[in-house]
């Protein structure tokens, strides 16, 4: 058994409001200069969609993640010697037109336009040719399904588009809040020739070393989520960083930071490294979740306590493991999921997947639909986040109606009309940490090198998201 420590994220789909604040804070932080305009290192679509960049869900164009060949695990866009035959010239790169053109308006227009019987107006121009532009696509251009058409491309509606109609009676969506995933076996690390892309050895976060970086751009094409951006400006291939200094300090990412829905949780999972291969390796797609949770460890067992130790993982490491939101919805509950799990880079952000609208009937006080009667169609949540495996999207999905079930019934005095999974206590906190927890009880970062910033940190933040003067 080899341990290492990640840092890991979960979302709440059912509290994402599309709000777009996780992007536009990131986007103030870390892309708001040349070269990096049209990057969104956290992305938010509205689901059904085909996304940004366009139909990036799509391996059989972008040839991203990895397959089982012949029982073996290879990058999709080749081994060594094809790879190395596409040095130069790499035919499956998504182009600006697969992001879109980022564009700014003539401001100016407006401040210095002189009086006149008709409103100025200030057109769009090209952020990257500084000309006047016609806006035709934008990152978020399907935001509450606006896009229309484009709903019935989304690629995850391929396999199951009889199951479902995007008629308006039967209209569904979501919103998918996207970052880089600091996946385990990640596709963009061993896509790189120039050995620019690593995995932090004590965090797991993944970074592009700049000055490492040749240019070569085979990662972004490798990446199947598509969080690989390259900078025209620099040459250099760029990624989300996880904000690696402020998780040094023992502070969230500025997207969980600022996420207006308090649905973002991150804390440290601990993983036996040993069995990474053999995870991603899983032969029925189907099972590779599963694979994930069996190297997921256990923080409180004495065994896994002695080898993290040995291993040289710090005491407030353990203790964050131990205490960590991340661990509790991943593999104590098992509520959250990776998204695309079939791409096999076993990704390090998981979401709660969506209930859906729960409808309260008149006639009886306590309802709650079964999960098979739910808006969103299961086959479409098992698409996105268990490779099509709707069994185990109906089991969570059950945990979260249990939860709300158990809760609604405290408050009516009415019995459980079912069986449940877990003991009462279990749903009890269930609910405090995915409906109303606070921000320390979200956050459990441990700082760099000892715990003093985090309790300092404990100590600023009060109760809510954030601490600046006015916050709560
Ligand atoms: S999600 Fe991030 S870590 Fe995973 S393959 Fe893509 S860029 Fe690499
Ligand atoms: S800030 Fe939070 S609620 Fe708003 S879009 Fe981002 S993830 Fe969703």
Same mark, same amino acid.
């Given at each position: 058994m080899k341990i290492k420590a990640q840092i890991s994220m979960v979302m709440n789909l059912d509290k994402c409001i599309g709000c777009h604040t996780c992007s536009i804070t990131c986007k103030n932080v870390w892309t708001n200069r040349q070269g990096a305009e049209y990057m969104y290192f956290n992305n938010v679509e509205t689901k059904p969609g085909i996304g940004y960049p366009k139909h990036w869900e799509n391996q059989e164009k972008w040839k991203g993640g990895w397959e089982l060949k012949n029982g073996r695990l290879q990058l999709r866009s080749g081994n060594k010697a094809t790879r190395l035959a596409k040095l130069f010239y790499h035919p499956d790169q998504p182009e600006m037109d697969d992001y879109y053109e980022p564009w700014t308006y003539d401001y100016e227009t407006l401040i210095t336009s002189q009086r006149k019987n008709h409103q100025p107006i200030a057109r769009p121009r090209s952020l990257i040719t500084q000309k006047r532009m016609e806006i035709k696509w934008g990152p978020n251009w399907e935001d509450d399904l606006a896009a229309g058409e484009s709903a019935r491309q989304d690629y995850n509606l391929q396999n199951i588009a009889e199951d479902i109609t995007l008629e308006f009676h039967d209209l569904f969506m979501k919103y998918l809040p996207r970052t880089c /995933?600091?996946? *385990? /076996?990640p596709a963009c690390v061993a896509a790189c020739p120039s050995g620019a892309i690593y995995k932090r050895d004590e965090d797991g976060v993944v970074l592009v070393s700049q000055d490492g970086c040749r240019g070569w751009r085979h990662c972004v094409p490798a990446c199947p989520y598509k969080k690989v951006y390259f900078n025209w400006k620099t040459n250099k291939a760029e990624k989300c960083i996880f904000c690696f200094p402020r998780l040094e300090n023992g502070l969230p990412t500025v997207c969980a930071d600022s996420c207006v829905g308090r649905l973002r949780y991150m804390g440290v999972l601990l993983y036996d490294m040993d069995k990474v291969k053999e995870a991603a390796s899983t032969p029925d797609k189907g099972e590779i979740y599963h694979s994930m949770l069996d190297i997921i460890l256990n923080p409180h067992d004495p065994e896994v306590i002695a080898a993290a130790k040995d291993a040289g993982i710090p005491a407030n490491w353990l203790e964050a493991a131990q205490n960590s939101p991340v661990y509790k919805m991943v593999k104590e509950w098992q509520v959250a999921l990776p998204l695309h @799990?079939?791409?096999?880079? *076993?990704?390090?952000v998981w979401y709660v997947p969506p209930l859906s609208p729960i409808t309260q009937r008149a006639e009886a006080d306590v309802y709650l639909p079964a999960v098979q009667e739910m808006r969103i169609p299961l086959s479409y949540i098992a698409e996105l986040f268990?490779?099509? /495996? @709707?069994g185990v999207v109906e089991k969570v999905l059950q945990r979260l109606l249990d939860m709300r079930m158990v809760m609604r019934t405290q408050e009516t005095g009415e019995k459980l009309s079912r069986k449940l999974e877990y003991e009462l206590e279990t749903y009890q906190a269930m609910y405090r940490l995915m409906g109303i927890a606070k921000y320390k009880d979200r956050f459990n970062i441990p700082a760099g090198l000892t715990g003093e910033s985090q309790d300092k940190l404990r100590e600023l933040q009060g109760s809510c998201g954030y601490n600046c003067p006015g916050g709560c």
């Open positions: /995933n600091h996946c *385990l /076996n @799990v079939e791409y096999r880079t *076993l990704p390090m268990a490779a099509g /495996n @709707v």
